[in-house]
């Protein structure tokens, strides 16, 4: 399963919606935050979440991710 995740980061932490499709469905999760920096390996940073949001192992996961410059996150979900 592919699994992308558009973050931003405000004060300490990170925003961020993880969209997860597959051929015969696409899932759009509601913003979520975590503590810490986005930017690093993705498994380690939005892996569990993913696999949560998912129902799949984060191992069989595909996670993309992308950092939203500019404007929020609000207008994509």
Not at 25 to 40: D, E, L, Q, W
Request: glycine share 12%.
């Amino acid at each position: 399963m592919k699994v992308l995740v558009m973050y931003e980061q405000y004060g300490a932490g990170v925003k961020f919606v993880m969209v997860a499709r597959t051929e015969a469905v696409t899932m759009v999760s509601p913003i979520m935050t975590i503590r810490g920096n986005g930017s690093g390996n993705p498994y380690l940073v939005f892996g569990e979440a993913c696999a949560k949001f998912t129902g799949h192992n984060w191992r069989d996961l595909t996670i993309s991710c992308f950092k939203a410059a500019s404007g929020g996150l609000e207008g994509w979900i």
